[in-house]
């Protein structure tokens, strides 16, 4: 049986931005938040509901109930807009941040190239040495090694041990989910690298900030606010001030600061077909933010880094010349990036999608939406000819791979949802309604041709979200 107190579920984001990780696929923007601008000035009433012993911190009323206007006929279905030769596509779309920021603190920043040098210049210096030896020096400091060669690897092994003391001694348990990770920086470290990067991103987009009065502004508070006070029986949701800012730009781009600073561009609010599918994309930014996903990564690319030096110097001390060691720092450093970093930004990124996904359904959102958003971006690729690369080389996971998980998270989310007392879901599965539409979509667009002028228009995308 699910509570809803504390979502105890055992389960299961460049360098890396404090925010998360940058996704490489492509997508589409559309117009399906259209209904969004005029909405009225309407107060979240929000109600706490006891359940078995345990408490649903959310309103028994749908968020359409508290936002009429929002609500955008049948979840799923494919706006009006929505056609084969009218789907707008943008190159890259991520729900984090294209900009690279510290991923550790500042002192390890500086000191972090140097090391890097000092590798090096160390190996290289081993190599010219060892090359200016004369033969019979060689031949002596070879025999000395094969004698001792236990004490040698006795010397290896225990370095080894304490690295492995080292990871062991600084596993955390993640919030929610209960997974042990490896943390090795405070919080406080990250609470300075994130006012740090909100004031680098206050200062890029200081004009293009939209005004709390912009009806978009009060659509991204209201769903924000509604999610927090849903989920505010969870410490570290409660413990943030969620801190809203709507950036008037076509990138369909959203993120949040570990410290609470919501950024969400207008490029976003232009791609999600209904209030349920932004309030998912929402919870996956503010899963983020809560699991510590960035100081994790921090972590993880710190001690990798460190043990990376080792066969950095050994491979420009065995190297016999400098190309060489220059091709062998690169298969090293692609090896580490495809072996460790982006399997592992695609783990933290679906334990964001699952805690999202918890953290809507506590809000009584209507969860099957979220898998539907990603098939649409699954949609505009195949009506866009677009070539899918291999999800090993994407720091996300597909948008195929990532349907079929939130497909296998939803029952467990209903659960969650029913268990808060949340309103009963009306009407068809939105899953069911886009499979349809998409179907349809996909056999009238074989018997039709692309004027040339339309062709024009896809390449263009008109992003005129209106501002009234």
Known sequence: QYKCQGLGLIGNTRNYFLAGSPDSCRNFTGKGLSCLLNVPNIQLYKSAHHVSGRFCFQSSRTLEEKIPSLQTGSVGQLPQHF??????????????????????????????????????????????????????????????????K?????????????????????????????????????????????????????EEFKSKMLPETDARYQVVERVVGHLSESNKDIPQVSALEWVIHVVDEPAVNAFVLPNGQVFVFTGLLNAVSDIHQLSFILGHEIAHAVLEHAAEKASLV??????????????????????????????????????????????????????????AAKACVDVRASSVFWQQMELAETIQGQPKLPEWLSTHPSHENRAEHLDRLIPEALKIRESCNCPTLSGPDPRLVFKLSMQHLLESSKDQEIPNSTKQDLSKPKLDFPHS
């Open 83 to 148: 056609s084969a030769w009218s789907i707008q596509v943008t190159k890259s779309f991520h729900t984090s941040p294209s900009f690279q920021a510290a991923p550790v603190p500042l002192f390890w920043i500086i000191v972090k190239p140097a090391q890097k040098l000092i590798a090096i210049i160390l190996g290289r210096s081993i190599r010219n040495w060892w090359k200016a030896l004369p033969p019979n020096k060689r031949e002596l400091l070879k025999e000395s090694a094969r004698k001792n």
């Open 150 to 202: 236990w004490k040698i690897l006795l010397g290896v092994s225990s370095f080894g041990v304490l690295f492995v003391v080292f990871y062991f001694t600084h596993l955390e348990e993640t919030p929610i989910t209960g997974r042990a990770r490896l943390l090795v920086f405070g919080k406080e470290h990250f609470r300075e690298l994130s006012q740090m990067e909100y004031d680098m991103w206050m």
């Open 302 to 359: 710190h001690f990798l880094d460190f043990l990376s030096l080792i066969f950095l110097t050994m491979i420009w001390a065995i190297c016999p010349r400098d190309s060489l060691a220059i091709v062998g720092q690169w298969i090293q450093s692609k090896l580490q990036e495809f072996m460790f970093d982006r399997p592992y930004s695609r783990t933290l990124e679906a334990e964001a999608d699952k805690v999202g996904l918890q953290f």
